[in-house]
């Protein structure tokens, strides 16, 4: 017994109609930490013992500030990604999941958003 529709079979949806790019998205995102928590971390051990003209003047290199902001981007945006399939599975009351799904993508937003805001206040001085 099929549940999908012929349209839905040629575009490859679910019932919900998001999974596969919802599943697809949390892939990318890992794929693209893995190497930007490796140079992150190698970075912060060639930093261990500087003072914090050394670490600003890493911050300020235009690499580094862009790989940064990746990484902080990359990071809140898979975190949400899976916070909100957990909460899809485990949540059953409709209201509930949906203002949990909502209050948590405003706090990854924001959280991105100061973490992105303090690498460029430090790279552009301010």
Do not use: C
């Not at 990318?28 to 013992?49: D, N, Q, R, Y």
């Not at 914090?52 to 003047?57: C, D, E, G, L, P």
């Not at 690499?63 to 909460?87: D, K, S």
Request: aromatic share 8%; proline share 2%.
């Amino acid at each position: 017994m099929a549940f999908r529709s012929p349209l839905g079979k040629v575009r490859g949806l679910g019932s919900a109609k998001d999974g596969t790019h919802h599943w697809w998205m949390q892939r990318v995102t890992a794929l693209a930490l893995i190497p930007l928590t490796i140079w992150f971390v190698a970075s912060v051990v060639a930093l261990i013992g500087k003072d914090h003209i050394a670490f600003t003047a890493w911050v300020k290199n235009p690499l580094t500030a862009t790989l940064l902001v990746l990484l902080i981007a990359a990071t809140f945006h898979h975190a949400q990604l899976g916070v909100q399939v957990v909460i899809e599975d485990y949540v059953h009351r409709e209201g509930v999941k949906v203002t949990s799904i909502l209050v948590m993508k405003g706090v990854a937003l924001v959280l991105a958003g100061i973490g992105i805001f303090s690498v460029l206040r430090i790279a552009f001085g301010g």
